[in-house]
């Protein structure tokens, strides 16, 4: 079909295609507006490991070399602590000490969706899984791009809860880290100690003490340090107004997606009907209608 002619048609059904540009912002503007906002907050980390005064710095027998201990990618005590971050774990305790399970059912129960789940006999009841759900889907952890520091977000419909699950979280993956290099410090401790007091070579006993000196200062450094895992940046905070989703952006982009799925729709019907075959104009009767209804007459 030429342009020219696929351009007459579509002015031709201008009325249809602007009732159908509205038809369609209307209830995509309403559901836009009655989407429940979130706030988000925020905190910025970076690995420990990032400091010449780092843990690891202070668990070292010997003095730093360049390039050793230090090491500024998220794997070792950072990774783990970021894969804490999202571990069923934190779900858990976000379920025992916070409201997440009573909010996940009010929500599950309220609106249309709720009345629907109820008509089907459907779960309303949140649990453990719901909530490791909701953990995956509103909590993120985004690095830099030229810096080795970390965004945490969390997305709550209540401001305070989001602040308070987000120092919940981060307090878990730390403690996390400590428990974990302080019980095998510990255990290192308890098998050296258990292996001096049946060695009696005194070239095994001397290698023995270097080894539980290491490792006592390891428990030392651990129990008195206070970041081990990761360097607050940023501490948590949290926005004064919910920026989640942002609607005058998605209201722009469906003023502008609208009009032009309306405009693709005719243009296509233009092009199914092929080209050389008129256009009926709006009301128009057939002539076949015409003839039988004098006929009639």
């Given at each position: 079909m030429p342009l020219d002619e696929l351009l007459r048609g579509i002015w031709r059904w201008r009325w249809p295609v602007l009732l159908a540009t509205v038809l369609t912002l209307a209830p995509g503007a309403a559901l836009i507006l009655a989407w429940p906002r979130h706030y988000v907050?925020?905190?910025?980390?970076?690995?420990?490991?990032?400091?010449?005064?780092?843990?690891?710095?202070?668990?070292?027998?010997g003095p730093l070399l360049q390039g050793g201990l230090l090491d500024n990618r998220p794997s070792g005590n950072f990774g783990i602590y970021l894969d804490a971050l999202r571990a069923p774990e934190a779900a858990a305790m976000l379920a025992r000490d916070t409201g997440l399970?009573?909010?996940?059912?009010?929500?599950?129960?309220?609106?249309?969706?709720?009345a629907l789940r109820r008509?089907?006999?459907?779960?309303?009841?949140?649990?453990?899984?719901?909530?490791?759900?909701?953990?995956?889907?509103r909590f993120a952890a985004t690095q830099g791009i030229?810096?080795?520091?970390?965004?945490?977000?969390?997305?709550?419909?209540?401001?305070?809860?989001?602040?308070?699950?987000?120092?919940?979280?981060?307090?878990?993956?730390?403690?996390?880290v400590r428990t974990d290099l302080l019980g095998q410090a510990r255990q290192r401790i308890a098998a050296i100690e258990a292996r001096l007091a049946v060695e009696?070579?005194?070239?095994?006993?001397?290698?023995?003490?270097?080894l539980l000196t290491a490792q006592q200062r390891v428990a030392l450094v651990v129990?008195?340090?206070?970041?081990?895992?990761?360097?607050?940046?940023?501490?948590?905070?949290?926005?004064?107004?919910?920026?989640?989703?942002?609607?005058?952006?998605?209201?722009?982009?469906l003023a502008v997606a609208a009009p032009l799925a309306s405009l693709l729709g005719a243009a296509c019907l233009l092009l199914l009907r092929g080209p050389g075959r008129p256009w009926p104009?709006?009301?128009?009767?057939?002539?076949?209608?015409?003839?039988?209804g004098a006929e009639a007459d």
């Amino acid at each position: 079909m030429p342009l020219d002619e696929l351009l007459r048609g579509i002015w031709r059904w201008r009325w249809p295609v602007l009732l159908a540009t509205v038809l369609t912002l209307a209830p995509g503007a309403a559901l836009i507006l009655a989407w429940p906002r979130h706030y988000v907050a925020q905190a910025m980390v970076a690995p420990a490991e990032t400091s010449g005064v780092a843990t690891s710095t202070l668990m070292a027998p010997g003095p730093l070399l360049q390039g050793g201990l230090l090491d500024n990618r998220p794997s070792g005590n950072f990774g783990i602590y970021l894969d804490a971050l999202r571990a069923p774990e934190a779900a858990a305790m976000l379920a025992r000490d916070t409201g997440l399970l009573a909010s996940l059912t009010e929500w599950r129960g309220a609106g249309p969706m709720g009345a629907l789940r109820r008509l089907l006999g459907w779960r309303i009841e949140a649990d453990l899984d719901d909530a490791g759900v909701w953990l995956d889907g509103r909590f993120a952890a985004t690095q830099g791009i030229a810096t080795t520091t970390v965004t945490l977000t969390l997305e709550h419909r209540e401001r305070e809860a989001a602040l308070d699950m987000l120092r919940r979280l981060h307090a878990l993956a730390e403690a996390k880290v400590r428990t974990d290099l302080l019980g095998q410090a510990r255990q290192r401790i308890a098998a050296i100690e258990a292996r001096l007091a049946v060695e009696r070579d005194l070239y095994q006993r001397g290698a023995l003490y270097e080894l539980l000196t290491a490792q006592q200062r390891v428990a030392l450094v651990v129990s008195a340090d206070e970041a081990v895992a990761v360097r607050m940046v940023s501490a948590p905070m949290v926005e004064i107004r919910p920026s989640l989703p942002n609607r005058p952006l998605l209201l722009v982009l469906l003023a502008v997606a609208a009009p032009l799925a309306s405009l693709l729709g005719a243009a296509c019907l233009l092009l199914l009907r092929g080209p050389g075959r008129p256009w009926p104009q709006p009301y128009e009767v057939p002539a076949g209608m015409r003839r039988l209804g004098a006929e009639a007459d």
